[in-house]
């Protein structure tokens, strides 16, 4: 086995995580033995003090190499972003690292002491243990008996408060976790390793199942953790407040660059450019000793010269600068266009959907039309997912009328894409079962579309339940292409997918032809794509008539991150009241004294209102901005402000909609 030390000792193996209890998809606080000391070269090092090392690891499935002989060194201190195509490897490297996969060749090796956490993309179903339960690891909260001390008296606390700041409320704590959906229960198991406060923590994808409010909360929170972070995400804004150096998984290799996500884009290109000026100077070289040879290396008074200048193209060959690589292969396709609907897509008529006694609509209308690019926007729990799921008709609408226009052919993607996919079918299976008479589909077809989206050779073969969360985004694409929706809804699209995935799936939607409906928290996919904008809140909706600039513009947002989730704390629609028995007596006609008094109170409360949204914008713009976690500003003052600015506009809101209520019934009296 190769090693960068010389007679290096092979190190003793290492425990793998612990995967029972509560979490079997999770992997926590795992105590490792002591490392060995490598020379690594220091071009593939962040830091000469390692927790952990790795050393020229290779991984191979089969033909295919995901990476070879790659070697890095992370500290305690270090803050990295790991990125790189879909399919890349980046998951395969964590699962090294976790024990759960072996490398063909290479040694990983841990600091004495150390030990982490690790936060998978999916988590397994949740079973009968409840929020806190999760979030404590199942630990002793109370003494069993009188001689019973071994309990941590602060894990109940520090789980609660933790718990609080990704989203949960107090009563949530006792509720069995089973009874919350997927993304409530990955952001209990997010809580879980927070809590167990590991020395490294390896997060893949953790953004995917948080709002705004949770992601910058938790972003905060790992600003001052104490330990090292290597993080798997899609997210720029995320990655470029945390990270202080980037990982780069591309052609087999790990390429480390310094600074956050923008800096290292700068750097690669940079690189690229360096690298592709040595390619053609040293190619320019060999090509003029090579003219020199060519030219005389027959001719006998300078064969001996010729001879020379063979053995210097020899020498620069063998040390030859590779020519740089174009990006990896990316997805290139096109929505198939389809048959055109009537004018009238969807209408909606006293519509009412609850989920037990949590209201999210009531007496909801609305309709869509042709040809509209629509992004939702609004708290978590307004209901956006929920307008989506009623508009594809994958829910039963508790009450009301749900009409479908002429021709429409509607289609749903998913945030949890196994929702689109059979996990127990291959990658081509999937596709296949959607053959109908109509469509005549070919394997030699599915194949082809598969391909397009870079599933290639045995891909196909795979079974969905080994696909990353990127590869099931990308399987879902296929499955919509095959009979093309007129109708398009989709939960945040962007979700598990790389950057350059991204990009091809907004050129895509640009020549879409249909009517599309969409929720996503990619401010980048949003300004693209839409061209109108529907605010959710409080079981209404609010319809403006511009893309998102515009949006932004009348909503009086100072962020463009936080706009995407403006509304009150709580958006669930007020519950009826029980009427009154009595029968309310005809109001006196007003005079003009009390309309200019009404008219004075709308004006005031106006003022406040818009007091109150400027510092909600002013706030929010401080905690999206990454210098603000580096200033030594207090946090949680900021973030109780924000709550507190958040509380008075909701009153001064109502009472601005009280007054002018009343000013309109006074003038129309």
Known sequence: MHSDAEGAAKPRPYPRPPCGGLAPALALTLALPSALSLALPPSRLFNA??????????????????????????????????VGANGAGKSTLFNIILGKDQPDEGLIE????ANFGFLPQESAPAGDETI??????????????DDD????????????????GLGFRESDHEKVAKTFSGGWVMRAHLARLLVSEPTL??????????????????????????????VISHDRAFLNALCTGTIELRAQRLHCYNGNYDDFILERVARKDRQQAMFKNQQREIAHLQTFVDRFGAKASMASRAKSKEKQIARLEEVAIDEPEDDLKKIQFRFPQPPRSGLKVMKLEHVQQAYGEHVVYKDLNFECERGQRTVLVGPNGAGKSTLLKILAGVIPINSGVREEGGNVITGYFAQNRVDNLNPKLTVLENVMELRTTENGLTEQQARGMLGTFLFRKDDVNKRVSVLSGGEKSRLALVKLMINPPNFLLMDEPTTHLDIMSIDALIAALKTYEGTLYFVSHDVHFIREIAKTVL???????????????????????GNERAALTAGFTDARPKQDEAPKAEKPKAPAKPSASDIRKLKADVTKCEQQVSELEAKQAQITAELADPATYTGGVNLPQLNARLRDTINALQTATAAWEQAAQKLSEAESA
């Open 110 to 113: 841990w600091e004495r002491g």
């Open 535 to 557: 605010h959710v809140h409080s079981g209404r909706l609010t319809n403006y008539a511009g893309d998102y600039a515009y949006y932004l513009e009348k909503s009086k947002s």
């Open 201 to 230: 923590l390896l997060l893949d994808e953790p953004t995917n199942h948080l709002d705004l409010e949770a992601l910058l909360w938790f972003q905060d929170y790992l600003t001052r953790y104490p330990g090292g972070l290597v």
């Open 49 to 82: 003090h390692s927790m952990l090392t790795i050393a020229n690891l290779s991984k191979s499935y089969g033909p295919r190499t995901l990476f070879a002989e790659v070697s890095l060194n992370i500290a305690r201190t270090d803050r990295l972003g790991l």
């Open 149 to 164: 001390w071994d309990i941590d008296y602060t894990l109940e606390p520090r789980a609660k408060k933790i718990l609080a």
């Open 132 to 145: 806190l339960q999760i979030a404590t690891s199942g630990g002793k909260l109370e003494p069993e008996n």
